[in-house]
């Protein structure tokens, strides 16, 4: 099973996530929860780099992936940041409703 954890702010903003673990949907290579988790956290750390320029130093090994916002950031970039992570947030819970069995999205 992966495991999903948000860790949100005083204002309820996520704030980073961590995610652990493997589906067992599907054969190694060939699982597609976990691409798709995969795909959408990695499209979201990508985009608050690349994008939104923010410095972060995720975490990467196999079956565990760790980000988390710097403390400091401009009002404009957390808000930038805001609308990707709400977005991998929605796309998560989409995918939760599909594969429940498989995937667990929890809040710390």
Do not use: W
């Not at 980000?67 to 805001?82: F, G, N, Q, V, Y």
Request: net charge negative; with cysteine; glycine share 8%.
């Amino acid at each position: 099973m992966i495991t999903i954890s948000l860790f949100k702010d005083q204002n309820h903003k996520v704030k980073g996530f961590t995610v652990e673990g493997h589906a067992g949907y599907g054969e190694h290579g060939t699982d597609i929860v976990c691409a798709a988790v995969t795909t959408v956290t990695m499209t979201t750390v990508n985009g608050l780099t690349d994008v939104v320029n923010i410095s972060l130093t995720p975490e990467v090994r196999e079956g565990f992936l760790s980000c988390s916002l710097p403390d400091k950031l401009s009002e404009t970039k957390r808000r930038e940041a805001d609308v990707l992570l709400e977005s991998m947030v929605l796309t998560l819970q989409n995918l939760v409703s599909q594969y429940g069995e498989y995937i667990r999205l929890q809040e710390e």
